[in-house]
T-cell receptor, first 115, second 114 residues
Framework: AQSVTQLDSHVSVSEGTPVLLRCNYS??????LFWYVQHPNKGLQLLLK??????LVKGINGFEAEFKKSETSFHLTKPSAHMSDAAEYFC?????????????FGKGTHLIIQP | NAGVTQNPKFQVLKTGQSMTLQCAQD?????MYWYRQDPGMGLRLIYY???????DKGEVPNGYNVSRLNKREFSLRLESAAPSQTSVYFC?????????????FGPGTRLLVL
């Protein structure tokens, strides 16, 4: 079975400063890993995903994440926060090649951007 | 393309009432999903349909039924609503049932059961 832990329920940064959202996972298989973003009262949107290719994954809106197998981590970063980045972020792990029921969602990190 | 659409956007029910949540996608995807989102819990899979004509239980199926009406539509039914089913419900779709694929989400249905 797989699991995912988002280490911070809330992160607050100032506009223009770096963003770090932390995610650790466990999986008995070679996992696929995702970050999704949810803006208020909206559905989830894919930011980026790792599927066993390059370990540094670039996503939309300047976000990127690095898959570190030795640390079982998949932290999300952005060099400079923008007000529009304020949202809920979910780290998701799946079994590579697994069935449609194979996604496990983290509990989410609420990102607050201070002006 | 509208993507994934859900109806209704909001609903208030009394305990014991029934209702059906509608979901449709126009991306010609084979697989569709229903999740519920509760505060501090992330998303949990209720039911999924890996392809037209098939449905399977997810992590939290009790109290729900689903119908894959055709390739585009996947509905979720609450036969006798309970306050514990107060939640935000999301429908999603993907090209196929492989979990390394991106899932595309609808805007959600906010349900309050009194």
């Amino acid at each position: 079975a797989q699991s995912v832990t988002q280490l911070d329920s809330h992160v607050s940064v100032s506009e223009g400063t770096p963003v770090l959202l932390r995610c650790n996972y466990s999986s008995s298989y070679s996992p696929s890993l995702f970050w999704y973003v949810q803006h208020p009262n909206k559905g989830l949107q894919l930011l980026l995903k790792y599927t066993s290719a390059a370990t540094l994954v670039k996503g939309i809106n300047g976000f990127e994440a690095e898959f570190k197998k030795s640390e079982t981590s998949f932290h999300l970063t952005k060099p400079s926060a923008h007000m529009s980045d304020a949202a809920e972020y979910f780290c998701v792990v799946s079994k590579t090649g697994g069935g449609a029921d194979g996604l496990t969602f983290g509990k989410g990190t609420h990102l607050i951007i201070q002006p | 393309n509208a993507g994934v659409t859900q109806n209704p956007k909001f609903q208030v029910l009394k305990t014991g009432q029934s209702m059906t949540l509608q979901c449709a996608q126009d991306m010609n995807h084979n697989s569709m999903y229903w999740y519920r989102q509760d505060p501090g819990m992330g998303l949990r899979l209720i039911y999924y349909s890996a392809s037209e004509g098939t449905t399977d239980k997810g992590e939290v199926p009790n109290g729900y039924n689903v119908s894959r009406l055709n390739k585009r539509e996947f509905s979720l039914r609450l036969e006798s609503a309970a306050p514990s089913q107060t939640s935000v419900y999301f429908c999603a779709s993907s090209t196929s049932g492989q979990t390394q694929e991106t899932q595309y989400f609808g805007p959600g249905t906010r349900l309050l059961v009194l």
